[in-house]
């Protein structure tokens, strides 16, 4: 079982709407969970991290961690065609030297 | 003045043949790491480095091999190229173990034919 599970989509909804993505992982070791955003033929680029649980906003996204359900979400409000992208939720654990270990990313097209 | 560079941007290059990619950071960090990213766009590491200790994948084949001429570089070195090794390898760095998150450079795709 793959330590961190993401719907790879595609996604598609039209501008303007509120967008919901999510993962789910398995290693209780985490700690530190992080969303990017790849745009094709690009690197990742980091939107939001945090740390635990709880909620994380920065303009039009919000992100969730909820611990005890090892659930983590990533909100986009009105989403506009520039969000069009890949969006890969990420998780460490407080050592750190292992690395970051990604979902297979969600592909996301907002419909102008 | 990128954060995190990589060069080549492509290699195209035969099979059986040894390559080098090459990775830069001019942010001061204390970490770099190598990502590979599989067809299906799935990200997962090779190898972590900083001053203290190299910490490699144990699926990571030892054809490859990390170099750390300093602590703003860390080359991939590839031997014995497979068409397995086809990918994109992204080199990326943190600061304090990363919680505050990785940069990535953007990337090198590989082809081996």
């Known amino acids: 079982q793959k330590e961190v599970e993401q719907d790879p989509g595609p996604l598609s909804v039209p501008e303007g709407a509120i967008v919901s993505l999510n993962c789910t992982y398995s290693?209780?070791?985490?700690?530190?969970f992080m969303w990017y955003r790849q745009y094709s033929r690009k690197g990742p680029e980091l939107l939001m991290y945090?740390?635990?649980?709880g909620n994380k906003e920065d303009g039009r996204f919000t992100a969730q961690v909820d611990k005890s359900s090892k659930y983590i979400s990533l909100f986009i409000r009105d989403s506009q065609p520039s969000d069009s992208a890949t969006y890969l939720c990420a998780s460490l654990t407080g050592g750190g030297a292992d690395g970051l270990t990604f979902g297979k990313g969600t592909h996301l097209i907002i419909q102008p | 003045d990128t954060a995190v560079s990589q060069t080549p941007k492509y290699l195209v290059t035969q099979m059986g043949n040894d390559k080098s990619i090459k990775c830069e950071q001019n942010?001061?960090?204390?970490?770099m790491y190598w990502y590979k990213q599989d067809s299906k766009k799935f990200l997962k590491i090779m190898f972590s480095?900083?001053?203290?200790?190299?910490?490699i994948n144990e699926t990571v084949p030892n054809r490859f091999s990390p170099k750390s001429p300093d602590k703003a570089h860390l080359n991939l070195h590839i031997n014995s190229l497979e068409l397995g090794d086809s990918a994109v390898y992204f080199c990326a760095s943190s600061q304090d173990e990363g919680a505050g998150g990785y940069t990535f450079g953007s990337g090198t795709r590989l082809t081996v034919v």
């Open positions: 945090t740390y635990s649980s």
């Open positions: 480095y900083n001053n203290k200790e190299l910490i």
């Open positions: 290693n209780s070791a985490f700690q530190y």
């Open positions: 942010l001061g960090h204390d970490t």
